[in-house]
Each structure stands twice: as C-alpha cells, then as structure tokens.
C-alpha cells in the first residue's frame, strides 16, 4: 500500500470514529453550546441567580440541581435560541396567576417580556442559561403553590397535612410539562380536582370584574332598622348595589353607573327586602328582610374584601388530599354547616351545625378518620369545664349534680356519688381526683349519639338536647364539639355499610335505656374534615359569603404577605 493509499484510509478511518461519536451523543447535547451548560451549572451550584426578582432560590438549589443533572445541564426552554412553545405557555399561566388567586410577582411576571427580548441570535450564553433558570424555578414554584397552596395549614397551627400530596417537582417538570403538548391541560391537573374549586375560580373572576368597576357610595346606617313601608336615604344605592351582587334582576341602563349622591328618601319596598332577603340568606345573616346595622355592613363590605376572601377559599382547598379511601364528612366552621362530598358513591347530606365560641372555646381545623359511634352516651366533663364552670355551681347548690343527672367518679371509674356532693367529695373535685360525668339520657349534653374520629382535641360530633340553637343565623355556642341538626340521618349515612342498621333501629337504639354507651366499631374509617371557609359557591353557582368569626383570614391574610415579601427581598 502507498503513502497516498494509507493517509487515505487513516482519513476514512478518522471520520468513521467522529461519525459513530456523533451518532452516540444525544441530539440536545450536540446541539447545546457548553458556555451555556457552564453558565446553568455555575448559577445553580451559587445557590443565586441575579436575573430572578428574589436572586436567592436556596430553598430550590436542590430541586434544580436534580432538573439539570436528568438532562446533562442542557436548556429545556429555548430552540434555536427562541422560546419553545411550553415555555409561552407557562409564561402566560405566571401573568395570569391572579385568576388562580395566586399573585403574579411571586412567579417574576412583569420581568418575562424584558427576558424574551433577550433571546435571539444575538443571545448570549448568560442570557440563554439565566432564562432557563428562571423560568424552571418559577414553573416549580407554581406548580407547588398551585397544587398544595403557599403556606403550610400547619404554620397556622392547623392540623392538616399536605405533606401526604407533594410532588417531586423535577420529575414532574421533565417527564410532564417540558415536553407537553397542552400545558395548560397538564398545569389544571395539578390544581385540586373538586368542582368546589373550579366554580371558586369562575366566582374570583367574576368578583374581580365587580370590584374593578367600584363600589360606588357607602349605604347610610339608619338611626333604627328599616323595614317594609319605611322611608330610607340610601335606596338609589341599595337597589345599584343589589343589582350589582345578583341578588336582584339586572339594573335598568340608567342604572348600570353607581350613584354618586344619596338623593331624598324613599320607600323601602317589597322588591327592595325581597333583594335584601336573599342578599342576607348568601351572607350568613337572618334573612328578616330588614336593615339593620349588620346587612348594611355587609352590604358596604368593598368587593375587594370578596375577592379575598375567594382567594383564601382557593388556598384552602389545596390543602385538602386530592382523594379519599371514604366519602368524607366536612363541616365548614364558619357556614356552621356539615356536609358530605357530592359526586360520591353515597348519598349527599347537609345539615346545619353549632361550633365552638369564637372567644375561648374554638373549633380546631383539622383532619381525621370516623372509626366508631356511640349511642346513648356518656359526657365526662373537661377538666376545664369542670373546674371554672360546675365546680361553683355546686359549691352554692350541692344537690345540682343530681338535679342535672350527673355523677361523681374516681380515677378507675367507680361512681362516688349521683347524690348531693359533701365537703369531702368537692375537695376531690377541687384536687382532680375525682371527674363528673353525665349519665345518659334525653337531657344529656351530647344527646342520644356521639360519632369519634379519635384527635388530640378531643373533638368530636354529636346530637343535643337543645335543638332550639340550630334556628340560629350564627350558631358558635358549643366549646368546642360540634352538635349536628339532624343526627339520625347523619348516623344512618355513616352505618350505611352494616346490614341491619336501618333509619328505624338507630331512632330505637337511641331511645332505648338498655342500651346505653353502645359503641359500634365502623368497618371502615371514614373521613372527617373539620374545614374554614368564609366564601362558599353552590352548585347553582350562588356565592355565599361568611363571617371571619374566628379571625382565621385575617391570619392567613398576614401569612401569605409574609410569604411574598420573603420572596421579594
């Protein structure tokens, strides 16, 4: 072979490796400049990124290291140097975090327009690394707060978990959004699946539509209630304001632009109180058809406060699991309402509730599994109870145990006395050594049936043999238990899966004396939501509002401008 034979073929040979290294390195590796994978290494592994509006993303280093490492530190944002059509989409869903209840700056929304400008031919390895970046750790930030909400339930010292539904973030960004054919399709996915939710989204809307055209004037307070046939100075506002909320037709076009000025008085009519009447059946208040000092506060709340206070609502329900072993119970505090979840394999129940008082005595939020009922029940009085409440009852009447039914015990349970208490006996009470508790019966406190869902609160839901309250608008009287309006049909739902337990044999069972504390074990837990919720949409798509009775938005107003000013320094 000549010399020209062999470079020839040493030629060939060379191009034949080059070809098959070519051929075994990935298409976004050969084509990725290394600059930029330096560039994507050197701001992760600095733990800041200055072309971010919050530059320190330490919580998030890991997460993006474990993004970057999966694809050899390669942009997955850009093609050619333009935006890949998942990138526009997740860009657009960051400017319209608001519909979410989210708020776009926690996600760099103003900044997006200025990085895109940036991208080109003319991008640098800097420009093309840092958009990438940015653009991954606002896409985890918003799925996570999208999918479990921004502040942890328990910081609130609520006991709900969502730890039990968090994403591994890098995953899911690389084996379902990056590559998506609808981002959109996949970002709703992660939102919670309950129709709840989504008309919550459609009522935001809506609201923030009304509140970005005003209020107009705040209704007057009459010097007295106003009812049928009284004259008022605020009707011009009224009936604007009650056309505007849905609670009356729509407004005549003269109409349509709130009132600037009060005008002279006029009659307070039977279309007014009929707006007014439902205006306060979706406000939680006495639906009397006057006006009082309440509806009229109410009714000058500032659409803003709404739009709020759906916002929080939306919040909330991302710390609900997205699913359930059960049909779940939920009782929404300040609705003072319980109901079971529609769209379940068992009927759907609603019914009225009474709750812990706003001072002293409140309802804890939290979650928990229904593992048994007891009928005919005793009540063992709370230290608490018994020591600030009956205590001095029966130091000024030592027969009131006996006129109320109730029994003295000792630590084993042994009955020390259902008689008139001696000296020696409220000295134990004093002390703790000896507890009261209620003997079973029509006039015991918790009624004729009690349902456990075992917590550290001591919680539970039960019957009362004081109905009367359930006739109430606000119904926070209890300390703490919740008393549900209709316990047979509550106890029928929940044994729904033991032969035998029909309506008739649970309404016999709880009046029969013989068969007081019968526990029946359920075969299966269910679950219980004690929730917080101070705007509700029906299924008619009516948006109910509620009073923060126990200050909980306030204080998850405070959190969340927490959370975004941490991200914004």
Known sequence: MNDTSMRLGARALIWGFALVALLLVSPLTAQTPNPIRAQLRALIEAGAAPELRWPDFATYQDLARKFYDAGGYAPVWTSNGQPTAQASAMIAQFKNAASKGLDPNDYDAANWDARLRKLGPSATPTDVASFDLALTFCAMRYISDLHIGRVNPQNLKFGLN????????????????????DVNAVIQSFEPPYAGYQRTETALAEYTKLAARGDGIPLPIPARPVRLGDRYAGMNQLMWRLCQLGDLPPAPDAMAAPPTSLGP??????????????????????????????????????????VMQLELTLERYRWIPPNFP?????????????????????SFLSMRVVVGKAYHHKTPVFAQNMRYVIF???????????????????????????????????????????????????????????????????????GLIKFIFPNAYNVYLHSTPSPQLFARARRDFSHGCIRVEHPVDLAVWVLRDIPGWTRDKVIATMNDPSKNNLKVILPKPIPVLILYSTAVVEPDNEVHFFDDIYGYDAEL???LAAHSQALHQ
């Open 557 to 559: 107003e405070d959190a």
């Open 326 to 346: 059960q049909p779940p119970i939920i009782v929404n505090i300040p609705e003072f309402r319980l109901r079971t979840m529609r769209r379940q394999p068992a």
């Open 265 to 306: 008085p006029q009659i307070y009519d039977a279309t007014a109180v009929a707006g007014v009447e439902h205006f306060q059946k979706r406000h939680g208040l006495e639906p009397d058809g006057v006006l009082g000092r309440g509806t009229i506060a109410a009714l000058n709340q500032p659409l803003s406060k709404r």
């Open 162 to 181: 969502v730890g039990t539904h968090t994403y591994d973030l890098p995953e899911v960004l690389r084996k379902q959004v990056i590559g998506a054919a």
């Open 376 to 446: 005919r029940p005793y009540w063992d009085v709370p230290p608490s109870i018994q020591q600030a409440e009956l205590v001095p009852k029966i130091r000024r009447n030592p027969g009131y145990l006996a006129k109320e039914n109730y029994e003295v015990v000792d630590a084993s349970g042994r009955v020390v006395t259902d008689g008139a208490v001696s000296a020696d006996v409220l000295n134990g009470l004093r002390s703790g050594a000896y507890r009261i508790r209620q003997k079973p019966g029509p006039k015991n406190a918790l």
